[in-house]
């Protein structure tokens, strides 16, 4: 039997519970909110740089979009298991007990793409500003 299907609450104290509850779901979920509204707002501010298309704008995109997949997927992983493991609206509960284990290794497996992306494209941003500061005359500029 699955851990999700036992019908049991989690171990802990009221306090535990209340302060996993605050963390898990209003933390995690208002700085992935935050980190979603500066993502989109860096994608429109780097879409509108049109004047001269370059590598470091495209990668700062493409950083932004990742990071935004990986907030996306961190929002079904960590504040909807604590709802399904702690929640107590029953109707909402039975729903989520049904759909989450389903859900989870397809956020992880979505969670954890984006992060090793995220890792690459850092990489490869520090490369760029590396060769363009350090390297400027081998730049080839188009």
Do not use: H
């Not at 851990?3 to 995690?28: H, M, Q």
């Not at 049904?98 to 090793?116: C, D, G, K």
């Amino acid at each position: 039997m699955s851990p999700w299907c036992n019908a049991t609450k989690p171990a802990g104290s009221p306090t535990y519970l209340f302060y996993r509850t605050v963390v898990d779901v209003y933390v995690v979920s208002a700085l992935c909110v935050a980190g979603v509204v500066g993502n989109l707002l860096s994608m429109i501010v780097l879409r509108k740089d049109r004047d001269r298309p370059n590598a470091t704008n495209w990668l700062l995109q493409a950083l932004a979009v990742v990071d935004t997949v990986y907030l996306l997927a961190s929002v079904l992983i960590q504040p909807l298991k604590t709802i399904n493991e702690i929640g107590d609206l029953a109707g909402a509960r039975a729903a989520l007990r049904r759909v989450f284990p389903y859900v989870e290794p397809q956020a992880w497996v979505l969670a954890s793409i984006a992060q090793t992306a995220t890792v690459w494209l850092v990489l490869l941003v520090t490369v760029d500003r590396y060769v363009a500061v350090c390297l400027p005359l081998k730049v080839c500029i188009v």
